[in-house]
């Protein structure tokens, strides 16, 4: 979380979980970021693309956005676990907001 405040960036969790499980989940994993729920409409993971709607759950996806709200990176999958992509991403932003 250092190096995301350090890139100047908001880090938000979101899925398609019940505001109750992202409470449990969050404790349990100690976050500190807001987590938001997308469970009742499912409407952000639908605008994101990452909705698997036969399985009515979301792909686990990392997105980077810019302060003009363009999505400056992506990460799918498995590989969106590790913040690493995503802080690269941020500070890669970050020095091109600096010059």
């Known amino acids: 979380m250092a190096k995301f405040e350090a890139s100047d960036t908001k880090v938000f969790g979101i899925s398609t979980d019940t505001v109750f499980s992202q409470r449990e989940f969050a404790a ?3 976050i500190t970021f807001p987590m938001l ?8 993971s639908t605008d994101y693309g990452v909705l698997m709607p036969e399985m009515g759950l979301d792909n686990r996806a990392t997105f980077v956005v810019d302060k003009e709200g363009k999505i400056a990176f992506i990460e799918e999958g498995n590989k969106a676990v590790d913040p690493a992509g995503a802080d690269e991403a941020c500070s890669r932003l970050a020095h091109k907001e600096a010059k």
């Not at 729920?37 to 499912?42: P, V």
Request: glycine share 0%; charged share 35%; proline share 0%.
């Open 28 to 30: 349990k994993n100690n």
């Open 37 to 44: 729920s997308d469970f009742a409409k499912r409407q952000v």
